[in-house]
């Protein structure tokens, strides 16, 4: 594979960082890697297990000289970093992001890049509830998709050569609007999150079933709540107070439908719910389809079903 970018700096050394620094290496994209977090625990971690050849205890000093920066921090803390690195940033630099929300980002990070850089904010459609830099691996992006929302005056070579980075790590691209991104992901990414969350919640204060009933007969429901719900509570505090319009629209969405599924059963609508459950199915199966999940039943989730880490 050949190199894109000479230097890359990753500005946050968790899960997405920590990826990219796997793939890169992996499929040589990258002359050389440098890193900065805020914790000297994680910059020693990253040092130690070879994501970063080189870490640094500020973001400034990170992106000097560098021709790609990804910043990989919290939403909220976006504003703070741009801020800091802006006039460290070498000519014709590109800095992209991996925020789950466009706009909020957006607005933080563009009043803070000089003339000459060019800035891609990007968002990758792939994950898993662990945080750290110990949880990345190198095949977290195959054939998922990396979302960028250029501006419309974006340099098209800029955007050109970090699509290819993207895809070197094997990932889908493709571009749109900021603002249909946060829409789009308001409804497959966002709410289901704070469902989840507000399912783990409730089945918590159900005073009426103890906590080791919950623990001990989890079926693949709740379950699959719980592991959404362990995602990390400062990025998902970010994401929901900063794409707050988009999700409180999907809300009232899913409140409506909710109240109707609610009639029905208290109604005995049998045919109705049929009729509701098998065309929201046919969506789980244009999900396979395209390629992002299998079809392979996992409701007991045998051991052999790790993670690349050897974690289940």
Known sequence: MTQV?????????GLIASSMAHAMRAKGLAGEIVGHAKSAETRATALE?????QVFATAAE??????LVVLAVPVGAMAEIAAEIGPHLAEGATVTDVGSVKQAVIAAVAPHMPEGIHFIPG?????????????????????????LTPASDADPVAVARLQQLLEGMQAKVNTMDAAHHDQVVAVVSHTPHLIAYTMVGVADHLAQVSNSEVIEYSASGF???????????????????????????????FAEE????????????????????????????????????????DFGRAPAAAKPDGRA
């Open 49 to 53: 297990i070879g994501i970063c050849d």
């Open 258 to 297: 909710l109240f109707v599924l609610q009639r029905a059963i208290r109604m005995g609508d049998g045919a109705l719910l049929h009729d509701y459950f098998t065309r929201t199915r046919a969506i789980r199966r244009g999900i396979i389809e395209a390629g992002q999940d299998t079809s392979a039943p």
């Open 5 to 13: 970018y000479n230097r890359v700096a990753l500005i946050g050394l």
């Open 223 to 253: 379950r699959d709540f719980t592991r959404i719900a362990a995602s990390d509570p400062t990025m998902w505090r970010d994401v929901f107070l900063t794409n707050k319009d988009a999700v409180l629209d999907v809300l009232g969405r």
């Open 123 to 147: 968002h990758p459609m792939a994950g898993t509830e662990y945080s750290g830099p110990r949880s990345g691996f190198a095949t977290l992006f195959v054939n998922k998709w990396w979302l």
């Open 62 to 67: 990170a992106v000097a000289g560098a021709d």
